[in-house]
């Protein structure tokens, strides 16, 4: 499993566009409002990332971590997708 930190300043870890609030996140971008181009993750979580980021993660199977107060701290990338696991025999019936 690798786990990319969220760079971003903890006071720019949230925005909100329209109605919606989001969380913020880059692997690399400590300033958010350097970002020009945003995309916008609907699911799990509301996040905004940047499209450097999307890059990254994008077809992964991922995980977002949070801390006590909600706030996006990191992402965990499941290296372990496609594996195949021996578990033995299993006769039909």
Known sequence: MTTFENAISPDQRFAKRNSTEYHVFSTHI???STIEKWV???KPKHVL????TYELLRNKRISWAFDADNTLISVKINHDEGKVEYVGEIKGE
């Open 40 to 42: 916008g993750i609907t």
């Open 49 to 52: 990332i940047d499209p450097e």
């Open 30 to 32: 400590e300033d958010a």
